[in-house]
């Protein structure tokens, strides 16, 4: 059995409720956001210090490796830290264009708002707009998917919506419309949506944007539902239920067709469901492999991300700050 060991760089202690951490694209800058013992929303964006290069070692000197000194150790500087009058849940970067040097940051609120972020001007945003009727749970964009500032939202009123930057959302305009809404149909209860993320289905070329519909839209839900939906037929085309709440899903590739989708629960288990071809089969049942990953107190698995360059490895989080691979 090969054993992997992940080495930490640096940590530090914030002062809110962090409910996103993410890498900023292109930099090496983290951007969190949340909420403080106010009950104010806060996004910090924080500079990872430049790593000192190691002293050179001879192939025949022994590997074993110190921790670097307190002088020499990367540290987080803070660059800068804004409050907002509501609570921020949920972000992402992904529904900045491919093309785009600048990418702009989009943080869903609790009251329901989904705001667009520029990270050098944070005293108000660029666009703002009502998405949802409560808080945004989650949400997923498709800029490096198919080079469109599209991004999907999901809601603790169980709704979940695919929407285009482009289109001006305003509030004073009306009610936003959104580009698909992906909801349960009237009378059937609405669960609490806790994950949502995008992936390429299969098709006949594979240009970036060749088709304004291909993209596969996946939800999880607080009762154990897994759906997938297929924009381009406007249907669930997969839909399965893991009996506990489903705390993250992913699919394992961010280029290209997808082959696998993975889900995890707050009971510790991690399930992957294999796809051909970027589809599930007809029978709408996929083949699913699960694994106990974590027991006891902190066995809510998290987060689900699986490694761009190897889209056979996935790094699962528990609710004890342990990373599993």
Known sequence: MTTTRISQITAKRIPFTAFQALWVPGTTRICSLGSNDAGLGVIQVHALTSIPTAPYASPSAPTTASPPSSQHRPKLVIQYETEKKT???SGTFRASARSSTLPHLLAGDFEGRVGLWDLSRTEVPVSI????????????????????????????DGTVRLWDIRQNHKEASGA????????????????????????????DTEAAGSDADDLLVAAGYDNGDVRVMDIRVGRAIFETNLKHGVCAVEFDKRQGKAGKLVATTLEGMMYSFDMFDGQFPETGRATQEAVRVQTGDDSTLWQARHIPQRSDIVAVTDGGGQIFL
């Open 176 to 203: 936003p419309s959104p580009l698909s809404d992906m909801s349960l149909k009237k009378g059937r209860q609405g669960h609490e949506v806790w994950c949502v993320a995008l992936g390429k289905p299969g098709s």
């Open 87 to 89: 609570q921020l849940k």
């Open 129 to 156: 707009f009502k998405a949802h009727e409560d808080v945004v749970n989650c949400m997923d964009g498709a800029g490096s998917l198919s080079g469109r500032p599209e991004f999907i939202t999901g809601c603790r």
